[in-house]
């Protein structure tokens, strides 16, 4: 079976301040990792995948497969970084289901 | 259209009562799914279209969940007998068919069983 497990279901920061959203994942396979975001009334939407390897709206993860780890970072979150944060994954090379974490709540404060 | 788009956006009904909710995905993808998101949880899946074909429906919690997409674009969601537990938002989402493409989720329909 496939998990993503999201410790924090809210995390509070400073303008400015780093972040890292944890996720931690198991699965038996080869895994691509995702993560997702919701703005406030706004649709689901990709923000990263780890095969990417790009660094979107100053955001980057790296995945860790000893750890068996996808965190998401910014070195200086901004305030319009406040949005729910989900972490997910599928079966590499498939374009198949996801399986999602329970989704962290990023509150940047001014 | 832009993007994927469900209909309608809230939905109550009373505990019994038949409902559809249906979802026009991204024109010219291949790929469709349902997910159930329930108040303070991620997406769960339910079910996985390829073009007109039900490929999965491991997720459906009941077989009073049945989903269709007879054309191979626009989707439907029916649950019947609707009951309290069936409260949540219901997510469907649109890719193209290619390795490593990406899922494009729609605004979701809320569901509330009274």
């Known amino acids: 079976a496939q998990r993503v497990t999201q410790p924090e279901k809210l995390l509070s920061v400073f303008k400015g301040a780093p972040v890292e959203l944890k996720c931690n994942y198991s699965y038996s396979g080869s895994p691509e990792l995702f993560w997702y975001v919701q703005y406030s009334r706004q649709r689901l939407q990709l923000l990263l995948r780890?095969?990417s390897r790009e660094s979107i709206k100053g955001f980057t993860a790296d995945l860790n497969k000893g750890e068996t780890s996808f965190h998401l970072k910014k070195p200086f979150a901004q305030e319009e970084d406040s949005a729910m944060y989900y972490c997910a994954l599928r079966r590499r090379g498939s374009n198949y289901k996801l399986t999602f974490g329970k989704g962290t709540l990023l509150t940047v404060n001014p | 259209g832009a993007g994927v788009s469900q209909s309608p956006r809230y939905k109550v009904a009373k505990r019994g009562q038949d409902v559809a909710l249906r979802c026009d995905p991204i024109s010219g993808h291949v790929s469709l799914f349902w997910y159930q998101q329930a108040l303070g949880q991620g997406p769960e899946f339910l079910t996985y279209?390829?073009?007109?074909?039900?490929?999965?429906k491991s997720g459906l919690p009941s077989d009073r969940f049945f989903a269709e997409r007879p054309e191979g674009s626009v989707s439907t969601l029916k649950i019947q007998r609707t009951q309290q537990e069936d409260s949540a938002v219901y997510l469907c989402?649109?890719?193209?068919?290619?390795?490593?493409?990406?899922?494009?989720f729609g605004q979701g329909t809320r569901l509330t069983v009274v």
């Open positions: 279209f390829q073009n007109e074909a039900q490929l999965d």
């Open positions: 780890h095969i």
């Open positions: 989402a649109s890719s193209t068919s290619g390795v490593g493409a990406w899922a494009f």
